[in-house]
């Protein structure tokens, strides 16, 4: 391991419960967005289309109710009405946690998957 990444390892755990909370937050604040924007059937069908097939066949066989429950799902609905959530994270995180929510790959903090 390098020693910029122990640098950099040691720096956020020592700030990771605050940093993750501060995730969760900013994602809650995000997912909030939803309550602006209704998902439809038609939003399902094109977000099963961008899964892989083992993935799209589980969602397939669970619905549309259940995908409006599952944050990647969430997530495509924003995205596809302008609601870009590395934009929302980047205005709303400081850069640390910003860095840390990008370093492991978009995470929704703490928030049920």
Not at 54 to 77: K, L, S, V
Request: aromatic letters at 14%; glycine letters at 4%.
């Amino acid at each position: 391991m390098s020693l910029k990444r122990i640098v950099l390892s040691s720096y956020y755990h020592s700030f990771m419960p605050d940093l993750l909370a501060e995730i969760t937050h900013a994602a809650r604040a995000y997912y909030q967005q939803l309550q602006q924007i209704s998902c439809t059937e038609t939003d399902f069908r094109d977000w099963l289309q961008a899964l892989p097939i083992t993935e799209r066949e589980q969602m397939a066989a669970g619905g549309f109710a259940i995908a409006c429950t599952r944050r990647a799902f969430q997530r495509h609905c924003l995205e596809w009405r302008g609601y870009s959530m590395r934009e929302f994270m980047r205005a709303h995180l400081p850069v640390a946690a910003f860095d840390l929510w990008e370093a492991h790959r978009e995470f929704n903090g703490d928030l049920p998957a």
